[in-house]
């Protein structure tokens, strides 16, 4: 066995790189992965997961460490771990050398989605998952214990299947040794999952009719409405953001508004490829502004707000998308009277079902329970985009058809239980079947509600947690459950069958993976019980869990609640001790100390329960200071410090919230130990060490390709190293310093560095302050908004002062609590005819304007009075052009500006045909 004290390989050395683009890569896999069993927000990725647990659980090996790299990067892939793998088996191997022989014994004490204890699991780990959220258990239990039990061949001797299910009527199948590749609980939850179809669909079907030609509805697409507020007009204004039914390259298909004035009222017709007249992403509401299309009145956002409140918005069937089976494709056609008629049956029907079955469960099987409707914290919006509308319990996100068929697949799942059991099923088998069945109720839910919308480039259902929140939607798709189409009942259990497939093979003890229901900040585990602790907590402010899985909760309550008394006793999901920032706390300061005291006694948790020659894995991201301060502080006190950091990308680039925000694009795996002793040390003497220490590591994320807001978060990991691992810091006049002090000092090194590398030079003699922080900015943020704070931060950094720079002459902007920084196109009418240019960017920026107006004689002039030298003006529009991405209007400029540039230094004067090759390079 390793040594206590011998470093592990995620200490030393880590393949960055490789990992890093698996994990991105790994946001495209759909059919096993986890991530479409259930939704789960801000799940990790599957390959960091699994490299970065390998990587701490072997040992450093000098002689060998290429050798083990090598063995990470072979497991990153998430084809490597598709079955049986020699290179996996090797590292089970190593592992259990690596301890004495045994499985080590690894924590989630924030287990989430599953995604690290799966991979624990998957390396032969004792794991234990533990969550405070009932959904996050529930899912764990799916992916961690379920199939490691049930999911093996041989594992089950009977499995109880509906009568007729591959055999005569009434038999039962058992899964004799002979079929070796079945799994019991796959085949078990296939057929249970097709016998709650059929009985669904003989209730339901009736209120989906395909049309006379046999096409069968795949989705309705209805559009809410509200009265014209103009007291002539009147007319009923269908609420529509866009009117595309279907945008691809090859296939366009519209709805056109036609207005009725005599009916006030908006009738429309569908049109196809040359005939689509108009444009169709002109719609009649815009962030709660309507305008109609009749009158050309419009509504003002408060407005319709209130007429919402008052109850006097509606909704209107408008299309239908229907697919023929033996046919590719879809195709659309107008609502008609007949289905209007379906929709009409389908309401009067729910409230018989309704009555009946809360009479039999005890409670409303429509959710009742109220959504909470503040937004969390300044970061996070929660289900606060609802408040207004006229929506305050979670049954309101349903029409009344999707009620009904939602409540109809909930009674079915119920009764597919008590099927099993007279079917001679074992009680805990049955459950394990029947909490699948539920899943596969919620995921029905998400592609179900008026939250979903229709989205053209794909023509498919887009679910409703399109983002970490629920925004307001104005015309949504209604999907037929029933269907062969996208987001119906039978789409479901396919993905749910291939993630349980794929959970059922991840190690070789069915005992070793198990999940407890309780509080990070309270573990029910003796102290130095873990080998390893690894975790993802979190993230401050970014995601408000309970808030947003309440969605499901109310459904798995109705669906498996009695299974799982314990998980289902409250309510809603417990919230008085999550740890997130929340401003149910007593408000956002109140719901920001909240956080700080549950992270920091969670870390303490961790350092009670790890070993003393333990390792810990924390995974965090945020893109600001004010987040990261507050989780290292937390990590020292309690006792923790870090050996390692890894900034490993997570996210794909392109992702809802990343354009017009300073997203980041990696999470950094923080590698921790238990603080041994007391040292104090001093200031002077840590800080040469965080800047070489940093220095080290930044070089070498800088060749593995780490850029932008990731690599000032980054150094962050090395800083702390060498700050964490004395008890204190001290100044020279005995004041402790401060993690605040220490992050600023940071970005002062980080800032220095990327700019010499940005510039390509060893000294950044030339450049003046403005332009270094405008090229930082660009590094860092592109055309991104800041919260003020970060902004004054990267200023100071470089030496400027921000108010200086937005007077209206400056190339800063400040709104509200956010700073941006303006593009040469942005700086407004009279800055071309300035004379005076105090810094760099200004001369840049007017540079740009002339070449593109073509002034050569203006350009000359401008830059030949210039007192900054040439070459620096120019290392400066092509550090600005390396930054930006491809595709960048501002960069196209710069690329311009340059092209035409003429090197003086080979001799040519202004006089000698002038700097530019031509007016327009």
Same mark, same amino acid.
């Given at each position: 066995?390793?040594?206590?004290?011998?470093?592990?390989?995620?200490?030393?050395? +880590?393949?960055?790189?490789?990992?890093?683009?698996?994990? %991105?890569?790994?946001?495209?896999?759909?059919?096993?992965?986890?991530?479409?069993?259930?939704?789960?927000?801000?799940?990790?990725?599957? #390959?960091?997961?699994?490299?970065?647990?390998?990587?701490?659980?072997?040992?450093?090996?000098?002689?060998?460490?290429?050798?083990?790299?090598?063995?990470?990067?072979?497991?990153?892939?998430?084809?490597?771990?598709?079955?049986?793998?020699?290179?996996?088996?090797?590292?089970?191997?190593? $592992?259990?050398?690596?301890?004495?022989?045994?499985?080590?014994?690894?924590?989630?004490?924030?287990?989430?989605?599953?995604?690290?204890?799966?991979?624990?699991?998957?390396?032969?780990?004792?794991?234990?998952?533990? !969550?405070?959220?009932?959904?996050?258990?529930?899912?764990?239990? /799916?992916?961690?214990?379920?199939?490691?039990?049930?999911?093996?061949?041989?594992?089950?001797? +009977?499995?109880?299947?509906?009568?007729?299910? &591959?055999?005569?009527?009434?038999?039962?199948?058992?899964?004799?040794?002979?079929?070796?590749?079945?799994?019991?609980?796959?085949?078990?939850?296939?057929?249970?999952?097709?016998?709650?179809?059929?009985?669904?669909?003989?209730?339901?079907?009736? +209120?989906?009719?395909?049309?006379?030609?046999?096409?069968?509805?795949?989705?309705?697409?209805?559009?809410?409405?509200?009265?014209?507020?103009?007291?002539?007009?009147?007319?009923?204004?269908?609420?529509?953001?866009?009117?595309?039914?279907?945008?691809? /390259?090859?296939?366009?298909?519209?709805?056109?508004?036609?207005?009725?004035?005599?009916?006030?009222?908006?009738?429309?017709?569908?049109?196809?490829?040359?005939?689509?007249?108009?444009?169709?992403?002109?719609?009649?509401?815009?962030?709660?502004? %309507?305008?109609?299309?009749?009158?050309?009145?419009?509504?003002?956002?408060?407005?319709?707000?209130?007429?919402?409140?008052?109850?006097?918005?509606?909704?209107?069937? %408008?299309?239908?998308?229907?697919?023929?089976?033996?046919?590719?494709?879809?195709?659309?056609?107008?609502?008609?009277?007949?289905?209007?008629?379906?929709?009409?049956?389908?309401?009067?029907?729910?409230?018989?079902?309704?009555?009946?079955?809360? =009479?039999?469960?005890?409670?409303?099987?429509?959710?009742?329970?109220?959504?909470?409707?503040?937004?969390?914290?300044?970061?996070?919006?929660?289900?606060?985009?609802?408040?207004?509308?006229?929506?305050?319990?979670?049954? !309101?996100?349903?029409?009344?058809?999707?009620?009904?068929?939602? $409540?109809?697949? #909930?009674?079915?799942?119920?009764?597919?239980?008590?099927?099993?059991?007279?079917?001679?099923?074992?009680?805990?088998?049955?459950?394990?079947? &029947?909490?699948?069945?539920?899943?596969?109720?919620?995921?029905?839910?998400?592609?179900?509600?008026?939250?979903? %919308?229709?989205?053209?480039?794909?023509?498919?259902?887009?679910?409703?947690?399109?983002?970490?929140?629920?925004?307001?939607?104005?015309?949504? $798709?209604?999907?037929?459950?029933?269907?062969?189409?996208?987001?119906?009942?039978? !789409?479901?259990?396919?993905?749910?069958?291939?993630?349980?497939?794929?959970?059922?093979?991840?190690?070789?003890?069915?005992?070793?993976?198990?999940?407890?229901?309780?509080?990070?900040?309270?573990?029910?585990?003796?102290?130095?019980?873990?080998?390893?602790?690894?975790?993802?907590?979190?993230?401050?402010?970014?995601?408000?869990?309970?808030?947003?899985?309440?969605?499901?909760?109310?459904?798995?309550?109705?669906?498996?609640?009695?299974?799982?008394?314990?998980?289902?006793?409250?309510?809603?999901?417990?919230?008085?001790?999550?740890?997130? *920032?929340?401003?149910?706390?007593? @408000?956002?300061?109140?719901?920001?100390?909240?956080?700080?005291?549950?992270?920091?006694? /969670?870390?303490?948790?961790?350092?009670?329960?790890?070993?003393?020659?333990?390792?810990?894995?924390?995974?965090?991201?945020?893109?600001?200071?004010?987040?990261?301060?507050?989780?290292?502080?937390?990590?020292?006190?309690?006792?923790?410090?870090?050996?390692?950091? *890894?900034?490993?990308?997570?996210?794909?680039?392109?992702?809802?919230?990343?354009?017009?925000? /300073?997203?980041?694009?990696?999470?950094?795996?923080?590698?921790?130990?238990?603080?041994?002793?007391?040292?104090?040390?001093?200031?002077?003497?840590?800080?040469?060490?965080?800047?070489?220490?940093?220095?080290?590591?930044?070089?070498?994320? *800088?060749?593995?390709?780490?850029? @932008?807001?990731?690599?000032?978060?980054?150094?962050?990991?090395?800083?702390?190293?060498?700050?964490?691992?004395? =008890?204190?810091?001290?100044?020279?006049?005995?004041?402790?310093?401060?993690? @605040?002090?220490?992050?600023?000092?940071?970005?002062?090194?980080?800032?220095?560095?990327?700019?010499?590398?940005?510039?390509?030079?060893?000294?950044?003699?030339?450049?003046?302050?403005?332009?270094?922080?405008?090229?930082?900015?660009?590094?860092?943020?592109?055309?991104?908004?800041?919260?003020?704070?970060?902004?004054?931060?990267?200023?100071?950094?470089?030496? $400027?002062?921000?108010?200086?720079?937005?007077?209206?002459?400056?190339?800063?902007?400040?709104?509200?609590?956010?700073?941006?920084?303006? &593009?040469?196109?942005?700086?407004?009418?009279?800055?071309?005819?300035?004379?005076?240019?105090?810094?760099?960017?200004?001369?840049?920026?007017?540079?740009?304007?002339? *070449?593109?107006?073509?002034?050569?004689?203006?350009?000359?002039?401008?830059?030949?009075?210039?007192?900054?030298?040439?070459?620096?003006?120019?290392?400066?529009?092509?550090?600005?052009?390396?930054?930006?991405?491809?595709?960048?209007?501002?960069?196209?400029?710069?690329?311009?500006?340059?092209?035409?540039?003429?090197?003086?230094?080979?001799?040519?004067?202004?006089?000698?045909?002038?700097?530019?090759?031509?007016?327009?390079?």
């Amino acid at each position: 066995m390793a040594k206590p004290d011998a470093p592990r390989l995620i200490e030393v050395d +880590f393949p960055l790189r490789e990992v890093s683009e698996h994990s %991105v890569r790994e946001k495209n896999i759909r059919h096993g992965h986890i991530s479409t069993l259930h939704i789960w927000w801000a799940r990790r990725p599957l #390959a960091a997961s699994r490299a970065t647990a390998l990587a701490a659980l072997l040992p450093d090996d000098p002689r060998h460490r290429e050798e083990l790299l090598g063995l990470v990067k072979s497991l990153a892939p998430w084809k490597a771990v598709q079955g049986e793998n020699p290179a996996l088996e090797k590292a089970r191997r190593l $592992i259990l050398e690596a301890h004495g022989g045994r499985p080590p014994r690894v924590l989630d004490p924030f287990a989430g989605g599953g995604a690290i204890p799966l991979e624990a699991l998957r390396l032969g780990c004792e794991t234990y998952a533990v !969550d405070y959220n009932p959904v996050a258990v529930l899912l764990n239990k /799916a992916v961690l214990e379920y199939p490691q039990k049930f999911g093996r061949p041989g594992s089950v001797s +009977f499995i109880p299947l509906p009568p007729g299910w &591959g055999k005569e009527e009434g038999q039962q199948a058992i899964l004799s040794t002979s079929q070796e590749e079945k799994s019991p609980l796959v085949e078990a939850v296939r057929a249970w999952g097709e016998w709650v179809l059929e009985e669904a669909r003989r209730e339901l079907e009736r +209120f989906y009719p395909k049309d006379e030609d046999g096409s069968i509805p795949v989705g309705y697409i209805w559009a809410r409405t509200l009265p014209c507020q103009n007291p002539a007009c009147g007319t009923e204004i269908p609420l529509m953001r866009q009117t595309w039914l279907a945008k691809k /390259a090859n296939r366009r298909v519209a709805l056109k508004m036609i207005p009725n004035p005599e009916a006030k009222r908006v009738d429309f017709a569908i049109v196809e490829g040359g005939a689509i007249d108009f444009d169709p992403e002109e719609g009649t509401v815009s962030r709660a502004n %309507v305008r109609c299309p009749l009158c050309g009145g419009t509504i003002n956002d408060s407005t319709t707000r209130r007429l919402f409140r008052e109850g006097k918005a509606g909704e209107r069937m %408008v299309a239908v998308v229907l697919h023929k089976p033996g046919t590719t494709g879809k195709r659309y056609r107008l609502a008609t009277e007949r289905d209007l008629e379906a929709f009409r049956a389908a309401r009067e029907a729910l409230e018989t079902k309704r009555q009946e079955l809360w =009479a039999e469960w005890g409670m409303d099987p429509v959710p009742d329970e109220p959504m909470s409707l503040e937004r969390p914290s300044p970061n996070a919006r929660g289900l606060s985009a609802l408040k207004g509308y006229n929506m305050y319990s979670f049954g !309101d996100l349903f029409n009344p058809r999707q009620k009904l068929a939602l $409540i109809t697949f #909930a009674e079915k799942v119920r009764r597919a239980y008590g099927r099993m059991l007279e079917e001679g099923g074992e009680p805990e088998f049955a459950k394990a079947v &029947g909490t699948y069945l539920a899943i596969a109720v919620d995921r029905l839910a998400d592609y179900d509600s008026e939250i979903c %919308v229709w989205h053209t480039p794909k023509e498919l259902v887009a679910h409703t947690f399109g983002r970490q929140a629920l925004p307001m939607v104005w015309d949504y $798709i209604e999907i037929n459950p029933l269907s062969e189409s996208t987001g119906n009942w039978r !789409d479901s259990m396919d993905y749910l069958l291939r993630v349980m497939q794929h959970c059922s093979y991840s190690a070789g003890d069915p005992s070793i993976g198990r999940v407890q229901h309780a509080s990070a900040t309270s573990l029910p585990f003796p102290d130095a019980h873990f080998d390893a602790v690894f975790t993802d907590p979190p993230y401050y402010d970014n995601v408000p869990y309970s808030d947003l899985s309440d969605f499901f909760y109310v459904w798995l309550k109705r669906t498996v609640g009695d299974l799982y008394p314990d998980l289902f006793a409250t309510p809603l999901t417990p919230k008085s001790a999550e740890a997130v *920032w929340h401003k149910r706390f007593g @408000g956002y300061e109140e719901g920001k100390a909240h956080f700080e005291r549950q992270i920091t006694q /969670a870390f303490c948790e961790i350092h009670r329960v790890l070993k003393d020659d333990g390792i810990a894995v924390i995974v965090f991201a945020h893109k600001t200071t004010e987040a990261w301060e507050a989780i290292i502080q937390a990590l020292l006190k309690a006792g923790l410090y870090m050996t390692a950091s *890894w900034p490993i990308h997570t996210e794909m680039g392109a992702r809802l919230n990343a354009q017009e925000t /300073a997203s980041l694009a990696s999470s950094i795996y923080m590698v921790c130990r238990k603080r041994t002793t007391d040292e104090v040390g001093l200031y002077p003497e840590v800080q040469r060490e965080i800047e070489e220490r940093v220095r080290e590591r930044l070089a070498q994320f *800088w060749d593995e390709g780490i850029r @932008g807001a990731d690599f000032f978060m980054s150094a962050i990991g090395p800083a702390v190293e060498a700050f964490g691992k004395y =008890a204190r810091v001290e100044k020279l006049s005995g004041e402790e310093v401060t993690v @605040g002090e220490l992050l600023e000092y940071v970005r002062k090194v980080v800032g220095e560095f990327a700019l010499k590398r940005i510039l390509e030079e060893g000294e950044l003699g030339g450049v003046d302050l403005p332009a270094r922080f405008y090229v930082l900015w660009r590094f860092a943020y592109n055309h991104a908004r800041v919260k003020f704070d970060e902004a004054r931060k990267l200023a100071q950094s470089v030496g $400027i002062e921000l108010s200086e720079y937005w007077d209206g002459r400056g190339f800063l902007q400040r709104q509200g609590g956010l700073v941006w920084v303006l &593009g040469p196109k942005e700086r407004g009418r009279g800055f071309l005819e300035r004379e005076r240019h105090e810094n760099m960017v200004d001369v840049l920026h007017k540079a740009v304007l002339l *070449w593109e107006k073509g002034d050569r004689r203006g350009l000359e002039k401008l830059l030949s009075g210039s007192p900054f030298p040439q070459g620096a003006l120019r290392k400066v529009a092509q550090a600005v052009v390396d930054v930006l991405p491809d595709g960048d209007k501002e960069k196209q400029l710069l690329q311009g500006l340059l092209y035409g540039w003429r090197d003086t230094t080979s001799g040519r004067s202004p006089g000698q045909g002038g700097l530019f090759e031509s007016e327009q390079g």
